[in-house]
């Protein structure tokens, strides 16, 4: 296979939400309720963060299995993945969504400890590789990971 390619859940009230706020932030800044570094500061992050939820895809190329985002990709090597578990981070983060932390998205789990989350809903895929396993959310996680075992020709899903 040359290229599989696979675009996340696209969380429709996030991203409503993130327009919301935005429009909130802009009026407030046009109407002088707050400063205009300040205004421009929400703004710009918040146009940032919506642009890195909109561009999170999935993609198996080359023998490389990558997550990427705006500002931001995690890859692993197929041979290095040693086991994939749909998951969903109700169930393996106490505080779900919130707790991420830094850039990269790093989350701890009392189930997993540490991992990067680059997921866009709660229900994924959590990938196993390398030192910190990643949490992905694609469209249909089973044809991701019925692709994702044919390349690797094993079964990643643990017994």
């Known amino acids: 296979m040359d290229e599989y390619h696979q675009g996340a859940v696209t969380p429709w009230a996030t991203v409503g939400a993130y327009v919301l706020l935005t429009i909130v932030v ?3 800044t046009l109407d002088r309720s707050i400063p205009e570094y300040a205004g421009l500061f929400l703004g710009g992050l918040l146009v ?7 561009s999170l ?6 023998g490389v ?3 990427q985002r705006l500002f931001g990709t995690r890859h ?10 749909p998951r969903s981070l109700r169930d393996i983060s106490p505080v779900s969504f919130v707790g991420g932390w830094g850039w990269r998205s790093r989350m701890w789990s009392p189930v997993i400890g540490n991992f990067d989350n680059l997921s866009s809903i709660h229900r994924g895929l959590m ?12 469209r ?3 044809a991701f990971l019925d692709v994702l075992q044919k390349e690797t020709g094993e079964s990643l899903i643990p017994d």
């Open 26 to 28: 802009a009026v407030l």
């Open 48 to 54: 940032l963060y919506l642009g890195r939820l909109l």
């Open 57 to 62: 895809s999935y993609s198996i190329r080359d």
């Open 65 to 67: 299995l990558r997550a």
């Open 76 to 85: 692993a090597e197929l041979k290095d993945i040693r086991k994939v578990e």
């Open 127 to 138: 990938i196993y590789a390398g030192e910190v396993p990643f949490f992905i959310s694609p």
């Open 140 to 142: 249909d996680p089973d």
